[in-house]
T-cell receptor
Framework: AAGVIQSPRHLIKEKRETATLKCYPI?????VYWYQQGPGQDPQFLIS???????DKGSIPDRFSAQQFSDYHSELNMSSLELGDSALYFC??????????????FGPGTRLTVL | DAKTTQPPSMDCAEGRAANLPCNHS???????VYWYRQIHSQGPQYIIH???NNETNEMASLIITEDRKSSTLILPHATLRDTAVYYC????????FGTGTRLLVSP
């Protein structure tokens, strides 16, 4: 079965550079979530999109922005990178049905290292 | 979102049942209880969820107390591959991860 695809899987950037992480949800999934997991920490919710509109926002820095495109893939744009942005970034998708809980299917993550 | 409390770690012998408790005393009426696990930096994996009733699927059972203030995840026959961090999460849609329980299954 198709899974959530994230690219790139690994990314190394210098401080103050920008990075773009991409997420391709499972086909027919219309909701995308982004999570950040720092070293030795638990995942933290950043932001989510439903039908190309932002649906919820967590602890996402102002330096980060995200969007969901017409084909439902999503991109997380990170600017002015800091050392503390080094983390695993997970994308998850869930199928349509706003009014009941739908399990989230997680991708393998993008490991971002900021030097 | 309601906060959850879980023991930081638990041990279980292979083949035995693993019972992972979770307290969520501030849960509100429309919030689900869901369980995910994360195996060594892989993406978290959904296990099970429930609202009021006990639930069972091919992976686990979820027992929710009548007042909904606590729940227990049961892995009926733990295997070495069940070694992971187990997260009990309460809410609706977005997942607010706590610190989880690190379950170690030993031979």
């Amino acid at each position: 079965a198709a899974g959530v695809i994230q690219s790139p899987r690994h990314l190394i950037k210098e401080k103050r550079e920008t990075a773009t992480l991409k997420c391709y949800p499972i086909p027919r999934h219309d909701t995308v979530y982004w999570y950040q997991q720092g070293p030795g920490q638990d995942p933290q919710f950043l932001i989510s999109f439903y039908e190309k509109m932002q649906s919820d926002k967590g602890s996402i820095p102002d330096r980060f922005s995200a969007q969901q495109f017409s084909d439902y893939h999503s991109e997380l744009n990170m600017s002015s990178l800091e050392l503390g942005d080094s983390a695993l970034y997970f994308c998850a998708s869930s199928p349509p049905d706003l009014y009941t809980y739908n399990e989230q299917f997680f991708g393998p993550g993008t490991r971002l290292t900021v030097l | 979102d309601a906060k959850t409390t879980q023991p930081p770690s638990m041990d279980c012998a292979e083949g035995r049942a693993a019972n992972l408790p979770c307290n969520h005393s501030t849960i509100s009426g429309n919030e689900y209880v869901y369980w995910y696990r994360q195996i060594h930096s892989q993406g978290p994996q959904y296990i099970i969820h429930g609202l009021k009733n006990n639930e069972t699927n091919e992976m686990a059972s979820l027992i929710i107390t009548e007042d909904r203030k606590s729940s227990t995840l049961i892995l009926p026959h733990a295997t070495l591959r069940d070694t992971a961090v187990y997260y009990c999460i309460v809410g609706f849609q977005k997942l607010v991860f706590g610190t989880g329980t690190r379950l170690l299954v030993s031979p």
